[in-house]
Every structure is written in C-alpha cells, then in structure tokens.
C-alpha cells in the first residue's frame, strides 16, 4: 500500500512511501550461500 511519508523532500519530492509489513518482518535465509563467491556468481 502506498502512504504519505513526510521525510527529505529533495531525496523524495512526491512524499510518499511503500507499506509493506502486513506484520512482524521476518529474515529471509538463503541455501547454498557458501557456494556462492564475492560477485554473486555460483561457479
């Protein structure tokens, strides 16, 4: 849902902003991430 948010209006001149916690957020946890090197690139 979007909402009026009254924060820097050079960074944000339309002052608005996106709600996005329907409830308490969570940590998303990735598998295999030690597979993956320092670029993102699964090799």
């Not at 849902?1 to 820097?8: L, P």
């Not at 990735?30 to 993102?40: A, K, M, P, R, Y």
Request: net charge negative.
């Amino acid at each position: 849902r979007v909402v009026k948010w009254e924060g820097d209006p050079e960074r944000n001149p339309f002052g608005l902003a996106l709600d996005c916690y329907a409830g308490t957020p969570q940590r998303l946890q990735v598998s295999g991430l030690s597979e993956l090197d320092n670029t993102g690139r699964n090799e």
